[in-house]
């Protein structure tokens, strides 16, 4: 069992390691403390089912409904586009959050409901998690095994990023930080869109 999960633990940290869209929505959470736990916890259990769903034999259906790919692309594009415009007007104004723990929090549901189509309208997502792994765990005699490797990694992560950005706040107790911290948002995310547009 053991030489199932830890693979699984290794390969589903290195997926998410990564910064984008969704990295940089939690860290933003983590150093405002907004909602941290709620936040990371949604990002855990959707990481989880998509890695269930994956371990289970879906990567196949997926790859069956190319339409569905397709219609998440350009879906994921429009919303990154949009987010990532919001950050970049935040970049050039400034002074919308000039300390990690005096800025007025978003209310909750909105948060979860961005946070929500920053994981679901992305298809690399899918690609990472239900046919990757997916794939991947088919090679071990304990696909369960795999798949709990997996989904502990993402539950190691989000956690670990959201509160350990905390470690960072006197850092951004100053108004430039927030802003080259917005723009780096905005750039990531219309990054991450012009691949899902250029394929």
């Not at 990694?153 to 802003?179: K, N």
């Amino acid at each position: 069992m053991t030489t199932a999960f830890v693979p699984g633990f290794l390969l589903g940290f290195s997926l998410i390691l990564a910064i984008g869209a969704q990295n940089a929505f939690v860290l933003r959470q983590g150093l405002r403390r907004h909602h941290v736990f709620w936040v990371c916890l949604t990002c855990a259990l959707s990481d989880a089912v998509l890695i269930g769903a994956g371990v289970a034999g879906f990567g196949a259906l997926a790859l069956a409904a190319p339409w569905l790919e397709a219609a998440m692309r350009w879906g994921g594009a429009a919303f990154l586009i949009w987010y990532g415009a919001r950050n970049a007007r935040a970049a050039w104004r400034g002074g919308e959050a000039l300390h990690a723990t005096g800025a007025a929090a978003q209310p909750l549901m909105p948060t979860l409901l961005t946070l929500l189509a920053l994981t679901w309208l992305n298809p690399h997502v899918y690609l990472d998690t239900v046919v990757l792994l997916g794939s991947i765990s088919a090679q071990y005699d304990s696909r369960l095994a795999f798949g709990a490797g997996a989904v502990l990694s993402s539950f190691a992560f989000f956690f670990g990023l959201g509160y350990g950005a905390r470690g960072l706040a006197p850092l951004f107790a100053r108004p430039r930080s927030w802003q080259v911290l917005d723009g780096i948002v905005a750039l990531t995310m219309w990054a991450i869109a012009a691949k899902l547009i250029l394929g």
